[in-house]
């Protein structure tokens, strides 16, 4: 069945840039596609970010998993953006989950990343039950949801508290992710500036919550994406992890594509994208 949605019950999208790409977005994750089956609206307890949609392969058994979390800056978008990915993966054998989670201002970090990672253990915990394999689950998404993605990965201090174990994630691959929140002088009216007052409890909370600066808690392999015309802020964090991540202990691949900040989304349309390539690298242990 094809999925119809409600756009008056959802946040309004603050950059008009973004509502092409909302539009483009909605209308190519309708469903009803060809070998996949959908289970959507998937609840995991009363609250309504409590939710995830899943999309497994006809027949899966045993397969893998990607959890992707959707962008909006923090503050809008929601799950029903990330099923167009869901043929494509399922014509490789994988499971996608799209998980929600609560937005800023009203909530702030790090309230997104407990949801986050609350959302990946009850995936994790019941995605058997739909042909997904608990033991083959990764973590990716864009923009805002490509840091979310890596702060759940990266921040395995927080994982027992939620319900984690030791090795619940396989790897992660974040898309355009804004990946350090630092900034010395964000400009009036900018986006960094609405960081720091919307989406940070205090402005002393922007190196915590920088993925670049959880680095050294890396446990698994990670596959970085962003696109030539992205953002400077998205290109500046991404190149910074490229970095730091050379040579490093574990696998690590930095890729740019010509795309903008929401065209390296969209881009996934494409079921022969080189992205997937780099999630099959990854999962074969590969990269």
């Known amino acids: 069945m094809i999925k119809e949605f409600n756009l008056a019950l959802q946040p309004p999208i603050l950059v008009?840039?973004?509502?092409?790409?909302?539009?483009?977005?909605l209308d190519a994750s309708r469903g009803d596609w060809p070998g996949v089956v959908e289970h959507r609206d998937i609840a995991f307890?009363?609250?309504?970010?409590?939710?995830?949609?899943l999309f497994t392969p006809e027949g899966a058994t045993d397969a893998d998993v990607l959890i992707f979390f959707h962008g909006g800056g923090w503050a809008n978008g929601y799950k029903e953006w990330c099923g167009f990915m869901a043929p494509a993966l399922a014509a490789r054998g994988i499971a996608l989950a799209a998980p929600t989670y609560r937005l800023v201002p009203e909530h702030r970090f790090p309230v997104f990343l407990q949801d986050?990672?609350?959302?990946?253990?009850?995936?994790?915990?019941?995605?058997e039950d739909y042909g997904g394999n608990p033991k083959r689950v990764f973590?990716?998404?864009?923009?805002?949801?490509?840091?979310?993605?890596?702060?759940?990965?990266?921040?395995?201090?927080l994982w027992a508290e939620h319900g984690l174990s030791e090795g619940a994630l396989q790897g992660c691959l974040p898309i355009s992710g804004i990946l350090d929140l630092h900034h010395p002088a964000?400009?009036?009216?900018?986006?960094?500036?609405?960081?720091?007052?919307?989406v940070l409890q205090s402005p002393e909370d922007d190196r915590d919550a920088s993925p670049v600066n959880w680095l050294h808690q890396l446990t698994m392999p990670f596959a970085a994406t962003w696109g030539a015309q992205d953002t400077e802020r998205v290109q500046r964090s991404n190149t910074a992890v490229q970095q730091a991540l050379s040579g490093g202990a574990q696998p690590c691949r930095c890729t740019t594509f010509p795309e903008d900040h929401f065209g390296t989304h969209l881009m996934l349309r494409d079921p022969n994208h080189p992205w997937y390539d780099t999630f099959d690298d990854m999962r074969k242990g590969q990269l």
Not at 116 to 127: D, E, N, S
Not at 139 to 157: F, K, P, Q
């Open 186 to 198: 964000p400009p009036p009216g900018s986006l960094e500036e609405r960081v720091y007052l919307d």
């Open 16 to 25: 008009a840039a973004a509502e092409g790409y909302a539009s483009a977005a």
């Open 45 to 53: 307890g009363p609250g309504a970010w409590q939710q995830f949609d």
């Open 116 to 127: 986050a990672l609350q959302a990946v253990a009850a995936i994790v915990a019941r995605v």
């Open 139 to 157: 973590v990716a998404g864009h923009s805002a949801g490509g840091h979310i993605a890596a702060m759940s990965a990266l921040r395995t201090d």
